[in-house]
Nanobody, 125 residues
Framework: VQLQAFGGGLVQAGGYLRLSCAAS????????VAWFRQAPGKERTFVSA????????HYADSVKGRFTISRDSAKNTVYLQMNNLRPEDTAVHYC???????????????????WGQGTLVTVSS
């Protein structure tokens, strides 16, 4: 599976962006898909995940209520709608996917098999 993330950019605080992660080589349906991010000088951290079916959604506390993960199976694409952006959301955002993640481990980077190249989100104050 190849993942390509795009949609990042420069936005003012309070603004919004929608990230996309397009997959090729294998359908994402049935796989767990996730977003992680890495701020400058910091480790990569979990942002959001959709565990297998679309009914099981998970968010980091820092983005809960502001970000929404979704999937379009027809387009084999995963989205991250990011609203009310804050300067602390500035980071390279990565999408990830795996057909074999277990629920208790989906927030771990090592649980995910396939990774996109990352897209930079910069939020100015």
């Amino acid at each position: 599976v190849q993942l390509q993330a795009f949609g990042g950019g420069l936005v003012q605080a309070g603004g919004y962006l929608r990230l996309s992660c397009a997959a090729s080589g294998r359908p994402l349906s049935g796989s767990t898909v996730a977003w992680f991010r890495q701020a400058p000088g910091k480790e990569r951290t979990f942002v959001s995940a959709m565990f297998r079916s679309s009914s099981s959604l998970h968010y980091a506390d820092s983005v809960k209520g502001r970000f929404t993960i979704s999937r379009d199976s027809a387009k084999n694409t995963v989205y991250l709608q990011m609203n009310n952006l804050r300067p602390e959301d500035t980071a390279v955002h990565y999408c990830a996917a795996s057909p074999s993640v277990i629920l208790s481990n989906l927030r771990s980077q090592t649980a995910h098999t396939y990774w996109g190249q990352g897209t930079l989100v910069t939020v100015s104050s």
